[in-house]
């Protein structure tokens, strides 16, 4: 081009001016325009790679938000009627567990052996495989192995989420956050407080009576120690609730999923324990 205002000064053309101008925005090519170049890590690449965590991470907490975890009961080891249950993305490590070889004299190997060696593949991977095609159908050992993996560990999630609804079928229990929810629901429509599982207990009516030793064999399994229910119903406040004769006639013949006592205890044991639960009115 030239410079200043004299005609004799010499002309310099940059560029070529065969190539004409294009009409609108000119978009620069990208990295696929030159062949054995890559798109920079920093920032480029790490940008991006920031980005889409930033999305999951929001979309992972409006799931939380929208969906809390369920809460039950505090832990009560003498609760046998329990079924414990880890969060759903652990359900395939629990259910792998069950298994021989893996399990019991062999649980060190399930619990720390073979998560090692997982997570060892998974750190090696880089190093073992550098090839530079990354369209996962040219990877065949690849994505075999990431495809046996989430096929695995679907597996083994849905086997140990049908084995807990079976034993939930077969005991006739409900869930402890179900019940909690509904407890909580029925406060609110009286108009009460949501009760508090944390809050000390009634204490016994009459704790010396000797059908309280005849319940604590029998009874504390379903209904917890301290009669404030378990996988069976509350006892304390059943004297406000049923008459003797009901509360005999439940021992005696069962209700839901409570086993009749006909047979296990004698007459007046159940009398007894009928007598004193009525007196129980916390």
């Known amino acids: 081009m030239a410079h ?23 978009t620069p090519p990208d990295y696929t325009s030159f062949p054995g170049k890559s798109e920079a890590f920093i ?22 938000i929208a969906e809390p975890a369920p809460l039950g009961y505090p832990a009560d080891p003498t609760n ?36 090692a060696i997982m997570f060892g593949a998974l750190f090696l991977a880089p190093f073992l495989d550098t090839g530079k ?9 690849a994505s075999s192995l990431m495809i046996l993996s989430l096929a695995a560990c679907t597996y083994l999630t849905v086997v140990s989420w049908d084995h807990y609804q079976h034993m939930l079928d077969q005991n006739g229990q409900t869930p402890e956050h179900h019940v909690r929810a509904e407890k909580a629901k029925e406060a609110i429509e009286r108009g009460e407080p949501r009760p508090n599982p944390l809050k000390k207990a009634a204490a016994f009516i009459e704790p010396d009576d000797p059908a309280v030793a005849i319940i604590q064999a029998q009874c504390i399994g379903c209904h917890a120690a301290d009669l404030n229910g378990g996988a069976g119903p509350a006892l304390l406040g059943i004297g406000n609730r049923l008459s003797k004769e009901e509360i005999a006639d439940t021992i005696t013949n069962g209700r839901n999923a409570m086993p009749a006592y006909n ?20």
């Open 4 to 26: 200043g205002h004299k005609s004799n000064e010499k002309v310099v053309y940059v560029g070529d001016s065969r190539v004409k101008k294009g009409a609108g925005i000119q």
């Open 263 to 282: 047979g296990q205890l004698s007459t007046e044991e159940i009398d007894s324990i009928a007598s004193w639960l009525t007196k129980q009115t916390q």
């Open 43 to 64: 920032p480029n690449f790490l940008l991006k790679e920031w980005m889409v965590g930033c999305v999951v991470l929001v979309g992972f907490l409006a799931w939380t």
């Open 133 to 141: 095609e990354r369209r996962f159908y040219r990877r065949p050992i």
């Open 80 to 115: 046998t009627a329990f079924i414990p249950m880890p969060d759903w993305y652990f359900l395939f490590l629990y259910q792998f567990l069950k298994y021989p070889y893996v399990s019991q004299d062999y649980v060190l190997l399930g619990t720390m052996g073979i998560p």
